[in-house]
């Protein structure tokens, strides 16, 4: 067999060469079971063992898994109720009106007469100023 370079072969190639091996492996083993002979030692896999191959090399049988008690209609009815009276007061919570806010104050038409009027004395004033200046 030619010897090649792992390094060169693509993963798709090196899953097809590992499926050919166990491929052949098996056919090794049934044709010497077939011939009568013991059968060759596997050669050992590189990387994480299946997980039968795992269980079945355990010698302790594992426990069995032990089963969850199942809730009954009257408890899953509960649960419910409880998680939808936490619900409703959440809700209520959030639902309850954010404080007024202070209406933006107006001026008065008065008010604002008055504002004008004096903005107006005061530019009057400056322009008044630059006049007897240039003068």
């Known amino acids: 067999m030619t010897n090649y370079s792992v390094a060169n072969l693509s993963i798709q190639q090196l899953r097809q060469v590992l499926t050919l091996r166990e491929r052949i492996e098996r056919l090794e083993r049934r044709l010497a079971m077939t011939l009568g002979e013991a059968a ?23 426990a069995p898994r032990r089963k969850r008690g ?52 005061r530019w009057a004033k400056t322009k008044a100023a630059k006049g007897s200046k240039a003068g």
Not at 43 to 58: H, N
Not at 98 to 119: D, M, T, V
């Open 70 to 121: 199942q809730i009954s209609a009257a408890g899953r009815a509960r649960i419910a109720a409880a998680q939808k009276a936490r619900w409703a007061k959440t809700k209520a919570q959030k639902a309850a009106p954010a404080p007024a806010k202070r209406k933006k104050s107006q001026l008065s038409a008065e008010g604002r007469a008055r504002i004008s009027a004096a903005q107006k004395a």
């Open 40 to 62: 060759p030692a596997k050669a050992k896999a590189l990387g994480r063992p299946r997980l039968q191959a795992a269980v079945a090399e355990k010698t302790v049988p594992a």
